[in-house]
């Protein structure tokens, strides 16, 4: 279960994180070409049954690596996450926003995991749900420098194949928090 659509009321497809970028219309035919072609070249190997996770795993980290750096060469601005978080194309699934009402008044943190992009996945949960303090993001989160162009990306790289790793990581509890003997995982 995801708490996005894969289809908007329109009929449209729902957009990635990175999907929102790439259509914002803030960046020219060449980024979009070279997004298409990483697509074209490492989704095929995503999905393919016959290949080792190892395999899989490795051409993961390499279309991340390779996305994140186009988008680095872009000189992106936080200002520019901001508005594709809000030109359509991410919806949230109904229920949403009673699932974060029900959690926070019983307490329960929700914990997202996100392969996107986590800066414009927050803006996006602002946007359409509102503030909630109980809710972490755990995505691919960019570095700015002090203009707010985004100079690179913190930490490990998190893909479609290795989301299980970060949330073993998140069950085990922050300082001062009990690890957790339950986890109810939903992606975005």
Known sequence: MTLTVFR???????????????????FGPEYLQKTQALFDKYYPIEVDPHLSPDKKLAAMEEWWEASHALIVAQGVRRQDLDTCAGNGGLAFREGVRQLLEATRAR??????FSAG??????QALRLHLGEWDHVRVFANWMQFNQSDVVTGF???????????????????????????????????
Request: proline fraction near 3%.
């Open 8 to 26: 908007l009321k329109d009929g449209g497809r729902g957009m990635s994180t990175h999907g929102l970028l790439e259509r914002s219309g803030h």
């Open 107 to 112: 307490r329960i943190p929700v914990l997202i």
């Open 117 to 122: 992009l986590g800066d414009v996945l927050r």
């Open 154 to 188: 913190k930490g490990r790289t998190m893909h479609v194949l290795n989301k299980a790793s970060f949330a073993q990581q998140a069950a085990q509890g922050q300082a001062g928090e009990a690890p957790r003997r339950n986890v109810l995982l939903m992606g975005d």
